[in-house]
Nanobody
Framework: QVQLVESGGGLVQAGGSLRVSCAAS????????MGWYRQAPGKQRELVAS???????NYADSVKGRFTISRDNAKNTVYLQMNSLKPEDSAVYYC?????????WGQGTQITVSS
């Protein structure tokens, strides 16, 4: 089992940058996929970005070129660097770890982008 704790959310102006972190309670070296999802009010949770244990990344079309996901296995942490933020990026951002077929979720961190 693994516990995930997100941090780094907050309020930022449109065009600004923010980095959120996801700290795991144990080593993430063997975790197959780590990812960031987001959920805005009244909308379904959607994948923002993911990264495999081998370092392969995947991004939602809406964030390509603006967001970067990375993982630091030594610190058991996954990051999401968000640049050129837009109001439509406002949501609760959740970290997810996929160990085999078992998903683990963090509690989420709110990101609000003002226009």
């Amino acid at each position: 089992q693994v516990q995930l704790v997100e941090s780094g959310g907050g309020l930022v102006q449109a065009g600004g940058s923010l980095r959120v972190s996801c700290a795991a309670s144990r080593s993430i070296f063997s975790i197959n996929v780590m990812g960031w999802y987001r959920q805005a009010p009244g909308k379904q949770r959607e994948l923002v970005a993911s990264i495999t244990s081998g370092g392969s990344t995947n991004y939602a079309d809406s964030v390509k070129g603006r967001f970067t996901i990375s993982r630091d296995n030594a610190k058991n942490t996954v990051y999401l660097q968000m640049n050129s933020l837009k109001p439509e990026d406002s949501a609760v951002y959740y970290c997810k770890a996929l160990q085999g077929w078992t998903p683990y979720w963090g509690q989420g961190t709110q990101i609000t982008v003002s226009s």
